[in-house]
């Protein structure tokens, strides 16, 4: 009797759950963050810092090219230790040129990282007011691509919402297929 009691009771409550309204939301992260004017700041000064280093490893390469076309034009006139003592400097500056260009790189990728995570955190913060404002129990992200299939008439874009909620008002490009 105790049993069927409880089997009744947990009956009723998970009915009672299902029959709740769940309301489903969507956004594509990575379209809101491509709106954001913050997003804009970041990438001109990644751009600048990517200009900075590229100029710097152009340098470097030039450096190298024009003491390896030297070594190339007297290596015949040279005797064996200035031969052995150009080729190291010949192979320690390309040494130091491929070290460079590989910590210029995570660089760039440390500080990209560094100058969208503030603007990954407003929208997000956006987006988690957003839904708790409108009421949503779930809200997907597409751009994570985890989404296999979602119905746009059972869910909402809250895109829309949270560009308001940011005060953006600039649109997204236009797409060509």
Same mark, same amino acid.
């Given at each position: 009797?105790?049993?069927?009691?409880?089997?009744?009771?947990? =009956?009723?409550?998970?009915? #009672? #759950?299902?029959? %709740?309204?769940?309301?489903?939301?969507?956004?594509?992260? %990575?379209?809101? !963050?491509?709106?954001?004017?913050?997003?804009?700041?970041?990438q001109t000064k990644m751009e =600048? !810092?990517?200009?900075?280093?590229?100029?710097?490893?152009?340098?470097?390469?030039?450096?190298?090219?024009?003491?390896?076309? =030297?070594y190339q034009q007297k290596q015949a006139t040279w005797t064996a #230790?200035?031969?052995?003592?150009?080729?190291?400097?010949? %192979?320690?500056?390309?040494?130091? #040129?491929?070290?460079f260009q590989r910590t210029a790189q995570e660089e760039l990728q440390r500080t990209q990282q560094q100058l969208l995570q503030p603007v990954v955190q407003k929208a997000t913060k956006a987006i988690e007011k957003v839904a708790k404002q409108e009421?949503?129990?779930?809200?997907?992200?597409?751009?994570?691509?985890g989404i296999l299939y979602f119905n746009p008439e059972q869910s909402v874009d809250i895109l829309p919402l949270v560009k308001k909620e940011l005060n953006i008002t600039k649109e997204l490009p236009v797409r060509s297929n």
């Open positions: 009797m105790k049993h069927l009691f409880t089997l009744v009771l947990l =009956t009723g409550l998970s009915g #009672a #759950a299902f029959a %709740q309204n769940y309301k489903f939301g969507h956004i594509n992260s %990575q379209e809101l !963050i491509v709106l954001m004017p913050e997003r804009d700041s970041a =600048t !810092i990517t200009k900075d280093l590229q100029e710097q490893i152009q340098a470097m390469q030039l450096e190298l090219q024009s003491k390896y076309a =030297t #230790a200035i031969l052995e003592a150009k080729q190291k400097e010949i %192979q320690d500056l390309s040494v130091r #040129a491929e070290e009421g949503f129990t779930y809200v997907f992200d597409l751009s994570t691509g």
